[in-house]
């Protein structure tokens, strides 16, 4: 083919185009580390890279949700850790007054110590954290949960509770409203309550009772009445007998599903109710714990009222007791899915930055040995561009 | 002998015009479009004595311009195809550096956003946090403004260099209609080889602006013809092409061929160079990027919106607009008789497609036609405020004293993107609680649990009024002790003014449960968690895309377009260069040759000149042989 100096020259100043371009897009891939420098350069790549990029900053997020939710459970959990330890330092306190041993004098101290925990225990449920919200009052976080009025405890929450995102589709709740942990405590064995009237004038001690055949208990409300010294006999609602017999002592007394025994000496007239346990809260257990055991003993009446009293608040702090350990079960069962949750997020993390990092990252060794490749191109079309340029007949005229 | 002189003399004219031509080749070396030219030697017959004939000398033909008719229309074509690309991957590759960079795109400040929506929604009552989420807020608006708005200048660029293209098109056909009546003068079968040259030349350049087709003519000139055979350049006659607003939007240039007495537009017959290339890129890339750019503004706007309103702030008061976003916009052409007025909603994010409309009035009714693909939309309703026209997401209410064949056009996500805000600049207005809550009265006696309130109908007048559940036995209730006794089934769904509640469990007679307005909830979240949720939630097209995917495939659609682009017009480089370097190779002159024909024709110059030395001496020896 005939060469033309012109066409010779455009071609040897493009090819040297050529190739300086080629050794600015290599350098700039050295500089930036990228392998993609625009999206055009790979847009499947690119794309694809911006969903990862994407993907990961929202798994950080749930990260951060994470720490939070983790923050706040572990504080509400150190909040039960103590409200345990109260609650079972005012149930050793009721065990040692229920002694009979104790005076009115060494039983009154008992109380002022278990009015002192009562405090201690508002003081708790109306714990605040770092930024002065409340942790016990659902999502009211700026009312304090719990007020007192003489003996009524009144919870100003609700019952609602936050819920923080901590995965894809993974939520987990942050903390637990004041209302399920210090006011839905059922009274009794947790189904039904058996209470003796005020009015008793025997020596009667009620147990806790339970259920023998649950598809049997309706849940009414029924009255035990000593009809006379040694007989009984249980009404229901509605007045109808459903069991009546000779009363011995600590017999078990079986009707309607539920079973309970009755232990000394009821006289004629008293009478103990057994109803549906309903709830009540742990501040009104120990204020009426700590009530019961201000009263001075007179006589055996007064004392089964007391021992009545005491064994009833026992059974509520128990129930108290068992409600916080299940929600501190709760709580440990939520932590332990924000730590799996954590880790799963953190391996897909580590994997889309593997990916990622193979999409867009340069291979250095591949580049810097192009970089050199193409360096020498460029240099020898240089060189052979000025021997060419030089060769010319004229020069021989 | 003086037939001796005479050939001499025809030899040293014929080398002397030669040297002349050669010293022409070699100051053209470098000339664009110059076609080297060539001097055809024959010789001259001669008188002739009886049967043998002796030649007259010599003499030039003829010049021949070294020039192949189908290389150069190759390279015309190239040419042609080259800026066509030129053009496209200039601004294309712009545009996908500026939608999909993580500097100046999109993607990073979504992200934050949602983050900053989600960082809110895990601690709603800190007001420092729910500021900075208003921060992120306005920084996606700004995002979105500042994207459409550099569309939006990248459009006015396609604007400003189809004028430019224009008048250089209308430069360049006149000079060769000036050229062409050059070459007629020359009279027929004339060869005015460097006119001739500058006429390809010429030509060459338009390609780069338009694609031509040419014909020679018999006098010697040129027609040169555009788009579907409007006819540029006649003769010496050249027809001109101007710039016209576009019928619906003024701003938007359009090129029309400025014939006698009438205009008529040309840009959809146009292809090809520099114009082709910009127009293509408008309507290809710019466009449907404006479009997708405000689909993705409106969908987040809308829906964010929506939510945000069934939320309640920190005051108590369900949230407003989070959001301000324009509705499409409607342009009237101006070729309109009358006076048709059209007012456009986006009403359906799953059907809504962000493209632009035709709505035509034909004197009786309204037609809808998508503008891109040229679809007739079937429109349901009757256009009025109570029953507007509803297609693809959208209603239309018309009104004004519309004329037959008028039209409007409606751009539903083109620059919607440019007006988005944020409305709300108090942290303390940002709808994080759920509107209503409920609760179990702590004197119940059954063991039934209450769930948290879902807000089905938002927009329920008594959403935020306080209802109780209060049960008549274990299996029937009553809602605020009216009469009517429902029965309860244990997990049934219970709709009360727009929230939907379910009770699990057995409950007693007497238990109540109650919903109420979710007031002083300063913890509250669940309007967050679901305001945050929008961002993988799909919401256009029928629920199968989210805000996130939406821009998602406008970076991977321009990406991938600006890549068929890029390899297009690296492989039309290619072909450019190889059609330029076979006219470069016909054509051009090659110094070493020219030197070459120099010594050649020099030398040949000398041998005549010798001959008239010899004939001299023939001369002075039959002077001397007779002088005696």
Same mark, same amino acid.
């Given at each position: 083919?005939?060469?033309?100096?012109?066409?010779?020259?455009?071609?040897?100043?493009?090819?040297?185009?050529?190739? #300086?371009?080629?050794?600015?897009?290599?350098?700039?891939?050295?500089?930036?580390?990228?392998?993609?420098?625009?999206?055009?350069?790979?847009?499947?790549?690119?794309?694809?890279?911006?969903?990862?990029?994407?993907?990961?900053? %929202?798994?950080?997020?749930?990260?951060?949700?994470?720490?939070?939710?983790?923050?706040?459970?572990?504080?509400?959990?150190?909040?039960?850790?103590?409200?345990?330890?109260?609650?079972? %330092?005012?149930?050793?306190?009721?065990?040692?007054?229920?002694?009979?041993?104790?005076?009115?004098?060494?039983?009154?101290?008992?109380?002022?110590?278990?009015?002192?925990?009562?405090?201690?225990?508002?003081?708790?449920?109306?714990?605040?954290?770092?930024?002065?919200?409340?942790?016990?009052?659902?999502?009211?976080? #700026?009312?304090?949960?719990?007020? %007192?009025?003489?003996?009524?405890?009144?919870? =100003?929450?609700?019952?609602?509770?936050?819920?923080?995102?901590?995965?894809?589709?993974?939520?987990?709740?942050?903390? =637990?409203?004041?209302?399920?942990?210090?006011?839905?405590?059922?009274?009794?064995?947790?189904?039904?309550?058996?209470?003796?009237?005020?009015?008793?004038?025997?020596?009667?001690?009620?147990?806790?009772?339970?259920?023998?055949?649950?598809?049997?208990?309706? %849940?009414?409300?029924?009255?035990?009445?000593?009809?006379?010294?040694?007989?009984?006999?249980?009404?229901?609602?509605?007045?109808?007998?459903?069991?009546?017999?000779?009363?011995?002592?600590?017999?078990?007394?079986? *009707?309607?599903?539920?079973?309970?025994?009755?232990?000394?000496?009821?006289?004629?007239?008293?009478? *103990?109710?057994?109803?549906?346990?309903?709830?009540?809260?742990?501040?009104?257990?120990?204020?009426?714990?700590?009530?019961?055991?201000?009263?001075?003993?007179?006589?055996?009446?007064?004392?089964?009222?007391?021992?009545?009293?005491?064994?009833?608040?026992?059974?509520?702090?128990?129930?108290?007791?068992?409600?916080?350990?299940?929600?501190?079960?709760?709580?440990?069962?939520?932590?332990?899915?924000?730590?799996?949750?954590?880790?799963?997020?953190?391996?897909?993390?580590?994997?889309?930055?593997?990916?990622?990092?193979?999409?867009?990252?340069?291979?250095?060794?591949?580049?810097?040995?192009?970089?050199?490749?193409?360096?020498?191109?460029?240099?020898?079309?240089?060189?052979?561009?000025?021997?060419?340029?030089?060769?010319?007949?004229?020069?021989?005229? | 002998?003086?037939?001796?002189?005479?050939?001499?003399?025809?030899?040293?004219?014929?080398?002397?015009?030669?040297?002349?031509?050669?010293?022409?080749?070699?100051?053209?070396?470098?000339?664009?479009?110059?076609?080297?030219?060539?001097?055809?030697?024959?010789?001259?017959?001669?008188?002739?004595?009886?049967?043998?004939?002796?030649?007259?000398?010599?003499?030039?033909?003829?010049?021949?311009?070294?020039?192949?008719?189908?290389?150069?229309?190759?390279?015309?074509?190239?040419?042609?195809?080259?800026?066509?690309?030129?053009?496209?991957?200039?601004?294309?590759?712009?545009?996908?550096?500026?939608?999909?960079?993580?500097?100046?795109?999109?993607?990073?400040?979504?992200?934050?956003?949602?983050?900053?929506?989600?960082?809110?929604?895990?601690?709603?009552?800190?007001?420092?946090?729910?500021?900075?989420?208003?921060?992120?807020?306005?920084?996606?608006?700004?995002?979105?403004?500042?994207?459409?708005?550099?569309?939006?200048?990248?459009?006015?660029?396609?604007?400003?260099?189809?004028?430019?293209?224009?008048?250089?098109?209308?430069?360049?056909?006149?000079?060769?209609?000036?050229?062409?009546?050059?070459?007629?003068?020359?009279?027929?079968?004339?060869?005015?080889?460097?006119?001739?040259?500058?006429?390809?030349?010429?030509?060459?350049?338009?390609?780069?602006?338009? $694609?031509?087709?040419?014909?020679?003519?018999?006098?010697?000139?040129?027609?040169?013809?555009?788009?579907?055979?409007?006819?540029?350049?006649?003769?010496?006659?050249?027809?001109?092409?101007?710039?016209?607003?576009?019928?619906?939007?003024?701003?938007?240039?359009?090129?029309?061929?400025?014939?006698?007495?009438?205009?008529?537009?040309?840009?959809?017959?146009?292809?090809?160079?520099?114009?082709?290339?910009?127009?293509?890129?408008?309507?290809?890339?710019?466009?449907?990027?404006?479009?997708?750019?405000?689909?993705?503004?409106?969908?987040?706007?809308?829906?964010?919106?929506?939510?945000?309103?069934?939320?309640?702030?920190?005051?108590?008061?369900?949230?407003?607009?989070?959001?301000?976003?324009?509705?499409?916009?409607?342009?009237?052409?101006?070729?309109?008789?009358?006076?048709?007025?059209?007012?456009?909603?986006?009403?359906?994010?799953?059907?809504?497609?962000?493209?632009?409309?035709?709505?035509?009035?034909?004197?009786?009714?309204?037609?809808?036609?998508?503008?891109?693909?040229?679809?007739?939309?079937?429109?349901?309703?009757?256009?009025?405020?109570?029953?507007?026209?509803?297609?693809?997401?959208?209603?239309?209410?018309?009104?004004?004293?519309?004329?037959?064949?008028?039209?409007?056009?409606?751009?539903?996500?083109?620059?919607?993107?440019?007006?988005?805000?944020?409305?709300?600049?108090?942290?303390?207005?940002?709808?994080?609680?759920?509107?209503?809550?409920?609760?179990?009265?702590?004197?119940?006696?059954?063991?039934?649990?209450?769930?948290?309130?879902?807000?089905?109908?938002?927009?329920?007048?008594?959403?935020?009024?306080?209802?109780?559940?209060?049960?008549?036995?274990?299996?029937?209730?009553?809602?605020?002790?009216?009469?009517?006794?429902?029965?309860?089934?244990?997990?049934?769904?219970?709709?009360?003014?727009?929230?939907?509640?379910?009770?699990?469990?057995?409950?007693?007679?007497?238990?109540?449960?109650?919903?109420?307005?979710?007031?002083?909830?300063?913890?509250?979240?669940?309007?967050?968690?679901?305001?945050?949720?929008?961002?993988?939630?799909?919401?256009?097209?029928?629920?199968?895309?989210?805000?996130?995917?939406?821009?998602?495939?406008?970076? $991977?659609?321009?990406?991938?377009?600006?890549?068929?682009?890029?390899?297009?017009?690296?492989?039309?480089?290619?072909?450019?260069?190889?059609?330029?370097?076979?006219?470069?190779?016909?054509? $051009?002159?090659?110094?070493?040759?020219?030197?070459?024909?120099?010594?050649?024709?020099?030398?040949?110059?000398?041998?005549?000149?010798?001959?008239?030395?010899?004939?001299?001496?023939?001369?002075?020896?039959?002077?001397?042989?007779?002088?005696?």
């Amino acid at each position: 083919m005939r060469v033309s100096t012109r066409g010779a020259y455009l071609n040897s100043l493009l090819a040297m185009q050529k190739l #300086q371009q080629a050794l600015d897009y290599t350098q700039r891939q050295i500089s930036s580390g990228r392998r993609i420098l625009t999206p055009s350069d790979d847009p499947i790549a690119a794309s694809r890279s911006i969903q990862m990029v994407e993907t990961i900053s %929202r798994l950080e997020q749930f990260d951060r949700n994470s720490t939070l939710a983790l923050n706040r459970l572990s504080q509400e959990e150190s909040a039960l850790n103590s409200v345990n330890n109260v609650v079972q %330092r005012v149930r050793e306190l009721g065990l040692q007054a229920n002694n009979a041993t104790q005076s009115d004098e060494s039983r009154g101290l008992i109380a002022v110590e278990m009015r002192e925990l009562l405090d201690e225990l508002v003081q708790l449920a109306n714990q605040q954290d770092g930024n002065g919200r409340y942790i016990f009052s659902g999502n009211l976080d #700026q009312t304090r949960p719990v007020s %007192r009025s003489g003996s009524t405890f009144t919870y =100003h929450g609700d019952q609602s509770q936050r819920i923080i995102q901590i995965g894809e589709g993974r939520q987990v709740a942050d903390g =637990h409203p004041g209302s399920r942990v210090f006011f839905e405590i059922r009274n009794g064995n947790g189904i039904f309550q058996i209470s003796p009237a005020a009015s008793n004038l025997g020596t009667g001690l009620s147990g806790e009772g339970s259920v023998v055949d649950p598809t049997a208990y309706d %849940r009414d409300t029924y009255t035990f009445t000593m009809l006379t010294d040694t007989t009984y006999q249980v009404v229901d609602s509605s007045g109808g007998v459903v069991d009546s017999g000779t009363y011995e002592t600590g017999d078990t007394i079986t *009707f309607s599903g539920i079973e309970f025994s009755i232990t000394g000496q009821p006289v004629s007239g008293d009478e *103990f109710t057994v109803a549906p346990s309903q709830n009540q809260d742990i501040f009104s257990i120990v204020d009426q714990l700590s009530t019961a055991l201000e009263q001075s003993i007179t006589d055996d009446a007064s004392r089964a009222a007391l021992n009545n009293a005491v064994n009833s608040g026992l059974l509520g702090l128990d129930q108290a007791l068992g409600k916080v350990l299940d929600i501190r079960t709760e709580i440990g069962s939520r932590l332990a899915a924000i730590d799996n949750q954590v880790n799963l997020n953190a391996n897909t993390i580590l994997g889309l930055q593997t990916a990622l990092s193979d999409l867009q990252d340069l291979d250095y060794a591949e580049a810097v040995s192009r970089l050199s490749a193409e360096a020498a191109t460029l240099e020898a079309a240089q060189a052979s561009f000025v021997r060419t340029q030089q060769l010319s007949l004229f020069n021989y005229f | 002998m003086p037939d001796l002189l005479g050939t001499s003399l025809t030899g040293m004219l014929a080398f002397q015009r030669a040297l002349q031509l050669t010293s022409h080749n070699i100051a053209n070396a470098n000339t664009p479009g110059y076609s080297r030219q060539v001097a055809e030697f024959t010789s001259r017959i001669g008188g002739g004595s009886g049967q043998n004939y002796v030649g007259g000398g010599t003499q030039i033909a003829s010049i021949k311009r070294m020039y192949d008719s189908l290389l150069v229309n190759q390279l015309q074509t190239a040419q042609t195809g080259l800026a066509r690309f030129g053009a496209l991957n200039s601004l294309s590759s712009r545009m996908d550096t500026l939608l999909a960079d993580a500097d100046t795109g999109l993607s990073a400040s979504m992200q934050n956003f949602f983050n900053a929506v989600q960082d809110v929604a895990n601690d709603p009552s800190n007001t420092t946090i729910r500021q900075a989420m208003l921060g992120e807020a306005d920084g996606i608006a700004a995002r979105f403004r500042t994207l459409d708005q550099q569309l939006n200048t990248q459009e006015k660029e396609v604007s400003d260099r189809l004028r430019l293209a224009v008048d250089d098109i209308n430069r360049i056909s006149g000079q060769i209609a000036e050229v062409n009546d050059l070459i007629a003068r020359e009279g027929v079968g004339a060869q005015p080889n460097d006119l001739l040259d500058r006429r390809d030349q010429l030509v060459l350049e338009l390609s780069g602006l338009i $694609a031509v087709s040419t014909a020679e003519q018999d006098d010697g000139t040129l027609s040169v013809f555009i788009g579907s055979g409007r006819s540029l350049v006649i003769g010496i006659d050249a027809q001109r092409l101007g710039i016209r607003g576009d019928e619906f939007d003024p701003t938007r240039a359009t090129i029309v061929y400025e014939g006698a007495g009438a205009t008529a537009p040309l840009d959809a017959s146009l292809s090809g160079g520099v114009v082709g290339g910009l127009l293509e890129f408008r309507t290809r890339m710019l466009d449907p990027a404006r479009q997708t750019l405000g689909q993705t503004a409106a969908a987040l706007a809308l829906q964010f919106n929506t939510q945000h309103q069934s939320g309640l702030d920190l005051r108590g008061n369900l949230g407003g607009d989070f959001f301000g976003i324009d509705p499409p916009q409607i342009l009237y052409s101006s070729g309109n008789t009358g006076s048709p007025s059209a007012v456009a909603q986006v009403a359906d994010l799953g059907a809504y497609t962000g493209a632009n409309y035709v709505l035509e009035f034909d004197g009786a009714g309204y037609t809808l036609t998508r503008e891109d693909s040229g679809e007739v939309i079937p429109m349901t309703g009757t256009g009025t405020a109570g029953d507007p026209f509803v297609a693809d997401g959208i209603t239309i209410e018309v009104g004004g004293s519309p004329a037959a064949g008028d039209r409007m056009l409606i751009r539903t996500g083109h620059g919607a993107a440019a007006s988005m805000q944020t409305l709300i600049d108090d942290p303390r207005s940002v709808a994080l609680a759920s509107p209503t809550r409920s609760s179990a009265s702590l004197g119940n006696i059954g063991d039934a649990t209450i769930s948290t309130p879902i807000t089905v109908d938002a927009d329920d007048p008594g959403l935020l009024t306080s209802a109780v559940i209060e049960f008549t036995s274990a299996t029937t209730y009553t809602i605020n002790g009216g009469a009517t006794v429902y029965t309860y089934t244990d997990g049934d769904p219970i709709l009360i003014n727009g929230n939907e509640v379910t009770i699990n469990g057995s409950p007693t007679a007497g238990d109540q449960f109650t919903i109420e307005a979710n007031l002083g909830a300063s913890g509250d979240n669940g309007n967050g968690l679901l305001l945050a949720n929008l961002q993988s939630l799909g919401l256009l097209e029928n629920g199968a895309i989210s805000i996130n995917e939406s821009y998602g495939q406008l970076i $991977a659609g321009v990406g991938a377009t600006a890549y068929q682009i890029q390899e297009g017009f690296e492989a039309q480089d290619v072909v450019f260069r190889n059609a330029e370097d076979a006219v470069l190779s016909k054509s $051009a002159v090659n110094l070493d040759e020219e030197a070459a024909n120099l010594v050649r024709f020099q030398q040949a110059y000398q041998a005549s000149a010798q001959v008239v030395n010899v004939t001299k001496q023939l001369f002075d020896s039959l002077l001397a042989a007779t002088s005696r």
